[in-house]
């Protein structure tokens, strides 16, 4: 069996990677074993221009989300599915120093930030008492049809099992696994490149974060809410609700914790009835920089990477997938900020 590329992996990094490859005329094969655990399968798919205390503006954000709202259109549209819908999240105030530090950002620069006509006008539902904010647009990407949408559309390019790193080969020019000749491998295959040993010296950073899955009849679903955790519309007239941002842990299991914590959370915060009907983990293949890993090995010039996405995938992804694919078909430059030359002097050693 021969192929230009050889993908390990089908979260929305290998998705995106090999749907543009696609375009390109480029042939691939993926190998994935569909851990119900992965990344891209847990996460609530927001992509948000505005993020964290300080309510500072996501990197890139604003040549991202136009490009990830037609990417996602264009490979709905191929799919027949619509796997993308714009919202808005309402921010609640949890402190008076958030509500400052909201009002300061929208005072000078008021760019994806807005103030509701009537700030009580969520009382029906929520308990809340220093106001809310708006950020606006966000966009909701449906990971939950999407990813296996796709991994149908490519089954005969699909090979569903576990990598096996010892059966990887390089030679003459050329990668070998198992049945398989490829020109080049590249690993999309989120946490497991931490354990590489290609890719090993990047500066991962892995992060566990849960969720819980919840029914919320009398929630409206055409909004975010936040005020702590999350509540985001998910599949099936459920709602995501989380996540957690955990540095050390002894595994990528769901936690007691954090499901008696955050279900406290949801008493405190809706006036409406709620049913939990789903605990979810996994683990984040984040970078110390936040910045993705794209592009080839220096000293391998046949293995590649594309990962390091973090909580950002859903956004990242589609942009850098179409700069890979452009820099193999048009020798067209990565980003540096993106591209892993920048640590050619590690990745060397």
Not at 205 to 226: C, F, H, Q, T, V
Request: hydrophobic share 40%.
């Amino acid at each position: 069996m021969q192929t230009d590329f050889l993908l390990i992996g089908q979260g929305i990094s290998g998705t995106f990677l090999s749907w543009e490859l696609k375009k390109a005329g480029k042939s691939f094969i993926i190998i994935d074993d569909a851990q119900p655990s992965a990344a891209s399968k847990v996460a609530s798919g927001i992509i948000n221009p505005i993020t964290g205390r300080r309510m500072v503006k996501t990197w890139m954000i604003d040549e991202l989300l136009p490009h990830a709202f037609d990417a996602y259109r264009e490979i709905g549209a191929f799919l027949g599915i619509e796997c993308i819908t714009q919202t808005d999240s309402l921010d609640f105030f949890p402190t008076a120093q958030m509500r400052l530090a909201f009002l300061e950002r929208y005072a000078t620069d008021p760019q994806y930030l807005s103030l509701p006509a009537d700030e009580n006008d969520q009382m029906m539902q929520l308990n809340y008492g220093l106001g809310y904010g708006i950020i606006s647009p966000c966009f909701l990407v449906d990971l939950q049809s999407l990813l296996p949408a796709y991994r149908t559309s490519i089954e005969t390019s699909l090979i569903q099992e576990p990598f096996e790193r010892s059966q990887l080969r390089i030679e003459d020019n050329s990668v070998f696994y198992k049945n398989i000749k490829a020109d080049k491998v590249i690993f999309c295959d989120g946490k497991s490149s931490f354990d590489h040993p290609y890719f090993s010296r990047l500066p991962f950073a892995l992060s566990k974060g849960e969720a819980l899955i919840a029914a919320i009849p009398d929630l409206d679903r055409s909004k975010i809410y936040k005020k702590g955790i999350s509540i985001v519309p998910w599949k099936q007239d459920l709602f995501w609700i989380g996540s957690s941002y955990e540095w050390e842990f002894e595994n990528d299991l769901p936690t007691t914790d954090f499901r008696e914590r955050v279900t406290a959370q949801l008493k405190e915060l809706l006036k409406t009835p709620f049913t939990i009907t789903d605990h979810l983990a996994s683990l984040r293949p984040g970078t110390l920089e936040r910045r993705p890993f794209t592009g080839w090995h220096p000293n391998q010039p046949h293995i590649g990477i594309f990962n390091g996405m973090g909580t950002k995938g859903c956004s990242l992804a589609p942009y850098f997938a179409r700069q890979f694919v452009r820099s193999i078909t048009n020798d067209t430059a990565i980003l540096a900020e993106a591209d892993i030359k920048r640590f050619t002097r590690i990745l060397s050693r």
